[in-house]
């Protein structure tokens, strides 16, 4: 046995191994209740390392306030919020944002919640920023219910943002719909922006989904197929 020779394709394998950098993928959610939180529930069925939960997974939000976020803007919540909620849960939204809104973070409201999510967010935001910071390549994903909600101005900015976070990072903004007639302004047509339209790829698991949250997480499913 040729021990150089080994040694050699060893170092080889590491150098490769060095430079096949995966993307991660990061939900920027959506403005629409339950098509918001699939996004992040199709991130972990689908992928092999979903990784920590970062800020806007389990939200609903505008594109406005995802560059909110980014352009650190303090986080406050409202003192006004609703309990019981559809999931028997408590809704609130965070302060003086356009729209950013917890459905599932409290489950009961006590005197102590409020300094609870407060913690829990600005960590989240420490988290995602250093994730954009430290990470080679990202993958994030936005869901869009109508021609009005694709918010082009927006996701402009977004790639300013992210930019000034961190200019080396490769990324993709992968903006996905089930609206038939959704036109992309031509402003947006960058090779780094992917849009998807999930009926196109509509499937028998799908079709026979009766639980409406699923069958939205199983339409995701053919972004991890196509984006890798």
């Keep these: 046995m040729n021990y150089y020779n080994s040694f050699e394709m060893i170092h080889f394998i590491k150098l490769k191994l060095k430079y096949l950098v ?14 918001a939180c699939a996004v992040r529930q199709s991130i972990n069925d689908y992928t092999d390392n979903p990784g920590k939960t970062q800020f ?7 594109m406005k306030s995802v560059n909110e976020i980014l352009e650190n803007k303090p986080i406050k919540f ?3 919020y609703i309990y019981p909620n559809p999931i028997n849960t408590v809704s609130i939204n965070f302060e003086n944002f356009d729209l950013l809104t917890s459905h599932h973070d409290i ?6 919640s409020i300094n609870e999510i407060t ?14 910071k430290e990470q080679n390549k990202i993958n994030f994903i936005r869901y869009c219910k109508n021609q009005q909600n694709i918010e082009e101005e927006e996701i402009l900015k ?7 976070i961190n200019p ?9 719909s089930d609206y038939n007639d959704l036109v992309i302004p031509n402003n ?18 799908i079709l026979n989904e009766k639980d409406d949250y699923q069958k939205n997480v199983k339409k995701y499913k053919c972004i991890f197929d196509i984006v890798k």
């Design 22 to 35: 995966l993307y991660m993928f990061i939900s920027l959610s959506s403005s629409y209740v339950s098509y």
């Design 119 to 132: 913690e829990k967010y600005n960590r989240r935001y420490e988290r995602l920023i250093n994730t954009i």
């Design 158 to 164: 977004f790639y300013k943002n992210i930019k000034n």
């Design 168 to 176: 080396n990072l490769v990324f993709n903004f992968i903006l996905v």
């Design 107 to 112: 489950h009961k409201f006590n005197e102590n």
């Design 56 to 62: 806007f997974d389990w939200l609903i939000t505008s």
């Design 188 to 205: 947006l047509l960058k090779d780094n922006f992917i849009y998807i339209n999930l009926n196109n790829f509509i499937d028998n698991d």
């Design 78 to 80: 409202e003192s006004n």
